[in-house]
């Protein structure tokens, strides 16, 4: 789509607000429905996402007690690469990868496949790579998930253009807002990553979509909801927060280090991306089961606290860890989750982004009070909305996914500060984040073999038209 000059942008822009709200004028119930039946959509996509990962994760961890991890791991990890590169390569192929490039990519205005069928092979498939072992998140996919339900709820509305847009994106929140229990940080991510629009009416819909897809979540999960007291606001750590003026300058650094690091993970994300193009063209199946024999041989040979990723992440962010553990997780994930995401299997990396981050903040604030004697409290989930906002470029949403941690008000700002600053020493590397970068590369490989499932397809041919005046010929 050929770039718009500024007036036309802005009439653009004034159209599309115009269009929205005659819609909501005319079909104002409806369209609240649609936005209700999105977040639930969403709630819906995120709760069996994340249930099916655990249910597969304690199977294994099972067998990990019975048999010996060299057999188990490496097994399962080839076993659920084939599997789930199979049902993307041959039912969906846009539900491969983050998930969230995809989102973007429509967006934009490409040529990206939506639809509920989409969105349930990246759920099963989904489930089947990260539950056999591939350390990846479930914030991709969720996103994935939810902007293809709102996707078929603007089909279903016949709603205009520029209202699917919004709906989409607004879904698309909806599922990091389901997943991460945080209905802000998925709000302001759909507005500050994908649809880079601060219009009024576009807040007020995606607002409601995000916090219906978190309330819907707390009902349907059982998370937060009481049956005598009501809904209850439960913190998933309580950790102890003290900003001191020295603190400023301790942060300062720590989104220094962190905002080089990201900028180094991204990249070495995209080269294992560019090399498993190069190397591996569109065989998906065979990629993701090498990839899932090589993650499962390695994981085979660390101790047993890298078998669960999701105890891995308590221990890190409790601050139950020493230096030792924290750098050791994050050189491990660092290339783990690379080559995991370098396969292209149907899975996120916020997740994975969170643990990195905050592994740092506590290595960092280890060496600090080894070498100063002082204890930065607030250093590990700085580092970990760090992380994000060095790799996504969006500071903003990274500081309260970290907060929603917490949901400590006091943490905000020590947050903020990490984050602001990672995001601008990454930046100046490159403007663009993580997921910009990929966008081209991943729907360029799935377009590919979208056209190679179509070629083995049997062509629809049409019946003649009648030539008579009764069907027969003349």
Known sequence: ?????????????????????????????VV???LAFTGLGAAIAGLLFTSGITLLRDWRLDLLNEFPAWLVLPALGAFGGMLSGWLVANLAPAAGGAGITHIMGFLRHRSVPMGLQVGLVKLVAGIIAIGSGFPLGPEGPAVQMGGSVAWQMSRWLKAPVAFRRVIVAAG???GIAAVFSAPIGGFIYAIEELLHSARPVVLLLV??????????????????????????VERAYTPLVRFL?????????????????????????????????RWFGDHLVLRMTLSGLVLGCVYAFLPDTFHNPTELKHL?????????????????????????????????????????GG??????????????????????????????????RTPI??????FALTKDLLILKPILVACLTSFVVARCFNHHSIYERQMGMELDSEGRMQQQLNRHRRPFDAPPPPTGPTGGSS
Not at 212 to 221: K, R
Not at 255 to 275: K, N, P, S
Not at 325 to 348: I, K, N, Y
């Open 1 to 29: 789509m050929p770039a718009l000059s500024e007036p036309k942008k802005r009439r653009h822009l004034l159209g599309s607000s115009n269009s929205i709200r005659r819609l909501l004028e005319r079909r104002w119930f």
């Open 32 to 34: 609240v429905l649609a």
């Open 172 to 174: 698309g929140g909806a």
């Open 207 to 232: 607002l409601i979509t995000a916090f219906s897809a978190d309330t819907w979540a707390d009902v349907l999960g059982g998370g937060g909801l009481s049956s005598t007291l009501g809904f209850q």
């Open 245 to 277: 003026p020295v603190d400023l300058l301790y942060l300062i650094a720590l989104g220094v280090v962190i905002g080089v690091l990201a900028e180094f993970y991204t990249r070495y994300v995209l080269t294992m991306q560019r090399m498993g193009n």
């Open 316 to 356: 890190i962010a409790g601050g139950q860890a020493d230096i030792t553990l924290a750098l050791a997780s994050f050189v491990v994930l660092f290339f783990s989750t690379g080559l995991a995401a370098g396969s292209g299997a149907p899975g996120g990396l916020f997740m994975p982004m969170l643990t990195l």
């Open 359 to 392: 592994a740092i903040g506590l290595a960092c604030g280890s060496g600090v009070e080894a070498l100063t004697g002082h204890v930065p409290t607030t250093y590990v989930f700085a580092g970990m909305g760090a992380f994000v906002a060095g790799c996504s």
């Open 397 to 402: 949403s990274a500081m309260f996914l970290a």
